[in-house]
């Protein structure tokens, strides 16, 4: 699938910081055909909105995770937690 070029249009304006490794990188992909071009886009897009929807579920989720490890403390509290090597935790289950 080739994703839409909004996203191209939008980091055009941070082209002047683009490191030397991503110029080389995209001084060969201009060097493939179109269609390869198009393959190599769709893939860097792809990869940078899944990112993107990475750092916006981790986001969302902090405090679930804070809530978590506060658990996880008061079990430690109250000796609700056994210390166990990996081995011991995969022969208990």
Do not use: H
Not at 74 to 79: F, L, R, V, Y
Request: charged share 30%; with cysteine; proline share 2%.
């Amino acid at each position: 699938m080739i994703y839409p070029f909004i996203p191209v249009i939008r980091c055009a304006k941070r082209m002047n910081s683009m490191t030397e490794l991503l110029k080389t990188a995209v001084a060969e992909v201009s060097k493939r055909t179109v269609t390869q071009q198009n393959v190599i886009a769709s893939l860097i897009l792809a990869e940078l909105a899944d990112d993107e929807k990475w750092d916006t579920v981790f986001a969302a989720s902090q405090d679930k995770l804070a809530k978590l490890a506060n658990k996880v403390r008061d079990d430690i509290k109250m000796g609700r937690v056994k210390k166990m090597g990996f081995d011991e935790l995969l022969a208990s289950s």
